[in-house]
């Protein structure tokens, strides 16, 4: 439909949402506007360094503190570890904490696999991740001892993936479908809310680095930057941009 003169163009508008879980005196914030943790003024998050969130509040406490909101447990684990709530052991483990960096982790079969296939929002809007995320923390505070999981694949992995082209050589990924961002890593994933450029090998990260300040230039969008990836908002100049608008 062709646009008439002096038509203004539709403008995206983002709410923050919010909302508290307690756990008697002590208090998480889940905050829609995080990519990472909060905590006593400092926001922490995964940078290109590849130092995890896990290890950079080490040594912080606190009684109060915000986080994304997700049930991922780079931010759910370091958070509970923080107020002081417990939790069961495995999801100290090393592997299971290193697994945000490593992809071939989810290659075969675990329990942090099966906790995702209970309580993931990676696929759901902000609106309809509270349930699920409630469901998640009662989880991990009422199975201190014993964790009642059998190892399995994570459920999309086994789902095929839907290629919805290229952009200067990078495949774009519908990540609603299938999980490409860890079968391969390599390349554009559209995500509910954002869009993740990512490749699996170090010796290609300044490749992503330079095709993020091209879109960035492009655009005119921020992106946040972590190891092997960056992030960008879900925006329509991004996907007009990236030929997968509508």
């Not at 943790?37 to 995964?46: D, F």
């Not at 780079?74 to 709530?85: D, E």
């Not at 999801?91 to 296939?117: C, G, H, M, T």
């Not at 990924?173 to 993740?196: C, N, T, W, Y």
Request: glycine letters at 6%; aromatic letters at 10%.
């Amino acid at each position: 439909m062709r646009r008439s003169i002096g038509m203004p163009e539709a403008v995206l508008i983002k709410c923050s949402m919010q909302f508290e879980i307690k756990r008697h005196s002590k208090r998480l914030v889940f905050n829609s506007d995080l990519r990472g943790l909060k905590v006593n003024g400092l926001e922490y998050v995964s940078g290109e360094d590849g130092v995890l969130i896990y290890d950079k509040t080490r040594d912080v406490q606190a009684d109060r503190l915000e986080l994304q909101m997700s049930t991922n447990t780079s931010t759910l684990i370091p958070a509970f570890r923080i107020l002081g709530i417990s939790y069961n052991s495995y999801f100290d483990e090393r592997p299971v904490v290193e697994s945000q960096n490593n992809i071939a982790f989810y290659w075969n079969p675990s329990k942090l696999a099966a906790f995702y296939n209970r309580f993931s929002t990676d696929e759901l809007e902000y609106q309809d991740r509270e349930p699920v995320i409630r469901r998640a923390v009662d989880f991990l505070w009422s199975n201190i001892d014993s964790l009642p999981l059998q190892e399995e694949l994570l459920a999309r992995m086994l789902e095929p993936c839907k290629l919805l082209g290229f952009y200067r050589g990078f495949p774009i990924f519908d990540s609603s479908v299938g999980f490409a961002k860890l079968q391969s890593r390599l390349g554009i994933h559209i995500d509910p809310e954002e869009v993740m450029v990512s490749t699996p090998l170090d010796q290609y990260e300044s490749d992503i680095y330079e095709m993020a300040e091209l879109l960035r230039k492009e655009t005119g969008l921020s992106y946040s930057k972590k190891k092997n990836r960056v992030n960008f908002p879900k925006d329509p100049k991004l996907l007009r941009l990236l030929g997968v608008g509508e």
